[in-house]
């Protein structure tokens, strides 16, 4: 590891022991104070939620089953608090309360009854304990927002002692989450608890002061991280979902309440859209970049309707670093950026210069994406340039991983600037050229990726060159490349011969990949990003060997 590289990740761990003390001391402050918390008596009102509802789940879930987090806990009749929790990722989902939601499906009195047992079981085991799962950040977050917009769930046919127990234990969260909202890294966490708080500041009694202290504090955080195009300093194209869906239930009850708005909240809703548009495959799903993962049509139609700034989405996003380029039905999205900080890289993925493609009503190529509940070798893997649609050298990713025990997995060198250039030719075809130096300093070698898209939107056009800096002669030792094409699972591949490859759609439309003069190979990959979890899938594979071989030429048609 270079000594730059070092001094970054010890920055890092410094950092993370920092926000760890200040956690540490907000949770003693806490304790010393709780005396003279003050425990509203009463919720004003219950901000909607618009996530998706799922009778089945809620049916499970009143049977003692829990479908959440990618696995099923059987309880047996016990509260889900006193068992073992089968994975990391389901005890998130237990501990935050989403699936709140789905008791609105089935909201009869036996059905908030056993919601209220189990509310009941959480504040008498972990109400105070301020430690484990149930206490990190985004999960604090998330089900102080759970509690609030399903508090008419929770508290339908409520005894006065439940009640009080229940605001106490409430306010106590709400209190600690503002004591460590400061101590948080900046990321979709942070904000997301700046929102929980400013929904409990009109959702509960309390003066007007701090309404517009939250307010604020919310306005500076948005500043913060919603870039002037609309994206999420995270490049991740569904943290821009899961914000929205979060962010406008919040615009709506400030309406409602008839409350002053925080100034920023709308103009940054605004802006969100188009960025939100831009990820929109042909398909209606979002593309898989930066830890983006399968997206439910339903949660997405649920924030686009809201949508007053419909219209044509934008060719790039300038601060978010994404291109795209699309015409007559055909849409590819381009990556050319890198985290923007290193406590952004953490889970950022080594992804520069790959693309996504889709036609018609179908995605053809893709990334891997991010599992939703995957365990961590499986979300490694996912990070890593392999899993992407680019070129790979020597199997090793173009930014580089390294792993502190206290602020987790970061991306340390590699991609630190990506060139960018669009143009249209004198027929109009859209072009876009862009290339990084992430492999440079190990191998010598630069990458550069060229696509441009025809007029008619029925041929794409790609030329990717490893070259060297000028006045340099290739060093080291030989090194394979590779570039990697990976397929949507519901697309099936047919070999034309050694150098082409038909992709046909389940509704029969069909493309042709050809790279005249190569070898073009069908390989088993893995997709990640699939609303069912993890499933096989194929890539085609080039394979090539600077500097005999340092650049390729590729192409898709649509075919019959």
Known sequence: MRLADRRRLFSSGLREIGRRLCRRSAGLRLAVTSFSLQVPERLIVAPTDLRALDPFVAEEILEGRFPIGGRILETFGQSPFSVDLPSHAFAERLHSFAWLRHIRTNKTEAACAHVRSIVADWIATH???????????????????????????????????????????????????????????????????????????????????????????????????????????????????????????????????????????????????????????????????????????????????????????FKALPHMNYHRLSTEGTTLIVDTGHPLSTDLSRGAHAGCLSFEMSSGRNRFIVNCGAPKNGAR?????????????????????????????????????????????????????????????????????????????????????????????????????????????????TIVLSRRDEESVTMRAPDGEAWVFAAPGLQVMIDEDIFFADVSGVRPSQQLVIEFSPPETAEIRWMLRRGE
């Open 127 to 313: 109400g105070r304990r301020q430690r484990g799962v149930a206490w990190e950040a985004n999960v604090l977050a998330e089900r102080v927002i759970a509690w609030l917009s399903h508090s008419t769930v929770i508290l339908q046919g409520a005894e006065a002692g439940f009640y009080r127990r229940f605001m106490k234990s409430l306010a106590y969260q709400v209190r600690f989450l503002r004591k460590i909202a400061g101590c948080t890294p900046e990321s979709d966490t942070r904000l997301r608890m700046r929102i929980a708080l400013a929904m409990a500041s009109i959702s509960m009694p309390t003066r007007a002061a701090y309404i517009r202290r939250e307010g604020n504090r919310l306005d500076r955080e948005l500043e913060r991280q919603i870039l002037a195009d609309g994206g999420h300093i995270s490049r991740n194209p569904r943290a821009i979902l899961d914000l929205l869906i979060d962010l406008l239930p919040l615009r709506q009850t400030y309406i409602n309440l008839g409350h002053d708005l925080p100034s920023k909240l709308i103009p940054t809703i605004d802006r969100m859209y188009p960025a939100l548009r831009f990820f929109r495959h042909q398909d209606g799903d979002l593309a898989l970049f930066n830890g983006a993962t399968a997206t439910p049509a339903s949660e997405l139609m649920s924030v686009l309707r809201y949508d007053e700034t419909a219209g044509k989405p």
């Open 377 to 489: 070798n499986y979300r490694q893997a996912a990070r890593s340039t392999p899993a992407h649609s680019t070129v790979t050298l020597n199997e090793t990713s173009s930014s580089h991983f390294a792993r502190s025990r206290l602020a987790g997995s970061l991306m340390l060198g590699g991609v630190s600037e990506v060139k960018v250039e669009r143009w249209e030719d004198q027929h109009g075809n859209d072009w876009l050229r862009a290339s990084h130096g992430g492999y440079a300093a190990e191998f010598g070698y630069f990458h550069e990726r060229e696509i441009g898209l025809n007029t008619k939107g029925n041929k794409i056009k790609g030329h990717d060159r490893l070259f060297l800096p000028e006045g340099e002669a290739p060093g080291g030792g030989p090194f394979s490349a590779v570039a990697r094409f990976h397929i949507h699972p």
